[in-house]
């Protein structure tokens, strides 16, 4: 076997484990076979993905297949932590019981969103977007009204980004994002057109990723789906989306042709203004998600419009368009993620044990159990980003970056978005103790406390201790080719 043979399989050896547990599961499902052994290979598939991205770590950065791929740190640390996030996915908040095909839809969106990290030609990038896309829109037909309304708004803004991609190699000749960075940087160009084909681009790709303005109807959709497939839809694609969003930006509007001798300073293509788009989506994504949530009973719903406001936080990263902005961005993600997984986690809990989503019939949930309400509560102000918590360590950074000096008013708006969140948070504490004293106390199994401070306990040490994160957040802001 030849190096470059040996690089490819070893770089897609998690993807390939992932194809094969498909082809398995879907035999399995052909058989008639129970669901219980279809979703134990479905988390073993997924768990041993989980070990060999792992091994992947400090490997040597290259291009596959003639620039089709990207092996690098940033790509790495967006693929271990969206394999990462579904493993928890599978064993904390799937259901044995989940319909017979969820498992195969759901590990076939997991394998696009793989390839879509470490895509770097347009093409294959929107191929491997619809990889993740199709499979969730089969899994969201329950509510067939909310879901058709998704699947046209969806549809139509396929078409956009298709066309986006279009004009990028109209203008380029070439769909590989570091041949369309070195000729839109020594070569005159269409700035009209580019700016098109950028802004085709990302709108669609803030759509797949749950951002305002431009995807207001997922929360709708989420309150008729369980929790494993909420978490997909609105975690793992976000994450998985703004790592794609990042890697586009700083790689095709990258200036290839000046030298820059500061370290962690980048250069990027004049009259493009990009870092404004993402700015307003910024602010949209804050201010919706933060506002809207005072209105809001239905926990599922409560839990996709802080994922909204998270998301438009973790935007001013890329903001900043500098390697110390691409690390707190990993940074960030990684906080995000552990808050999200609590939270879920303990709106499962909630609804296994007092059967029901909606905040007016919860309280007896202060007094019920004190630590699943303080664990509660804790994720929440840590999502808000309040002092003492891992949520706090990860705004301060990003609004502490350099880039950032031009955009004070999205600082202002984010610090004003964070002070409804926590108003909210205040009132529904308030609230969730605002029953009788003498109530029945709940019990929590070990597992149920175990997985709780597991997570606590990542939280907490991440609020106390963030310079290892930090450097491997460092690490892994490293793009191939910039």
């Known amino acids: 076997m030849n190096t470059e043979t040996f690089n490819i399989l070893f770089n897609f050896l998690p993807e390939i484990t992932l194809a094969v547990i498909i082809i398995i599961l879907n035999i399995v499902n052909s058989a008639n076979s129970r669901n219980t ?68 839809f759901s590990l076939l969106s997991a394998l696009g969103v793989m390839l879509a990290i470490q895509a770097s030609n347009i093409f294959v990038f929107f191929t491997a977007i619809m990889v993740v896309m199709i499979p969730l829109y089969l899994i969201h037909l329950k509510n067939l009204k909310t879901s058709i309304k998704y699947y046209i708004v969806s549809s139509v803004l396929t078409a956009v980004l298709l066309y ?120 949209c994504s804050m201010v919706f998600g933060s506002f809207v949530l005072l209105w809001q009973y239905d926990l599922k719903k409560i839990f996709t419009y802080i994922t909204i406001s998270q998301a438009g936080y973790l935007l001013m990263g890329l903001i900043a368009g500098s390697r ?96 409804v969140f926590l108003y909210f948070i205040f009132r529904q504490t308030i609230y969730f103790f605002s029953a009788p004293k003498n109530v029945n106390k709940l019990k929590l199994s070990d597992l149920n406390h175990t997985v709780l401070l597991i997570l606590l306990i990542s939280a907490i040490f991440i609020s106390v201790v963030i310079y290892p994160f930090t450097n491997w957040a460092n690490y892994c802001s490293k793009i191939f080719g910039i």
């Not at 290979?41 to 091994?55: H, K, N, P, Q, S």
């Not at 596959?64 to 640390?77: E, K, N, P, R, W």
């Open 37 to 104: 052994l279809a979703y134990y290979i479905y988390a073993g598939g997924i768990i041993a993905a989980v070990i060999f991205t792992l091994m992947q770590a400090y490997y040597a950065q290259q291009i596959l297949f003639s620039g089709a791929f990207t092996a690098d740190s940033f790509g790495y640390a967006g693929r271990l932590i969206v394999i990462c996030l579904m493993a928890y996915n599978a064993i904390a908040l799937c259901s044995k019981n989940s319909e017979r095909f969820y498992f195969s």
């Open 324 to 419: 110390d902005g691409l690390s707190m961005f990993v940074f960030g993600v990684i906080v995000f993620a552990i808050n999200s997984a609590a939270l879920l986690y303990i709106i499962k809990l909630i609804k296994i044990h007092f059967n029901t989503y909606t905040i007016t019939e919860l309280k007896t949930f202060g007094s019920s159990n004190k630590f699943l309400f303080v664990t509660f509560i804790y994720f929440l102000v840590s999502s808000a980003g309040f002092p003492l918590t891992a949520g706090f360590n990860s705004k301060l950074l990003l609004y502490s970056l350099s880039g950032l000096s031009g955009f004070i008013w999205l600082i202002i708006v984010g610090i004003v978005s964070q002070t």
């Open 164 to 283: 986006g991609a279009t004009l990028l190699y109209g203008l380029s000749a070439s769909g590989d994002y570091l041949h369309i960075s070195g000729y839109i940087s020594l070569n005159p160009f269409n700035t009209l057109v580019l700016l098109m084909a950028v802004l085709m681009i990302i709108l669609p790709l803030a759509f797949y990723a749950n951002l305002a303005p431009v995807n207001l109807i997922y929360p709708l959709l989420a309150e008729e789906q369980n929790e494993g497939t909420v978490f997909h839809f609105t975690i793992v694609n976000t994450v998985a989306v703004l790592f794609i969003i990042a890697r586009f930006i700083f790689t095709v509007l990258h200036d290839s042709n000046i030298f820059i001798q500061s370290a962690g300073e980048l250069s990027f293509i004049q009259n493009i203004n990009w870092k404004l788009l993402l700015a307003v989506i910024s602010a």
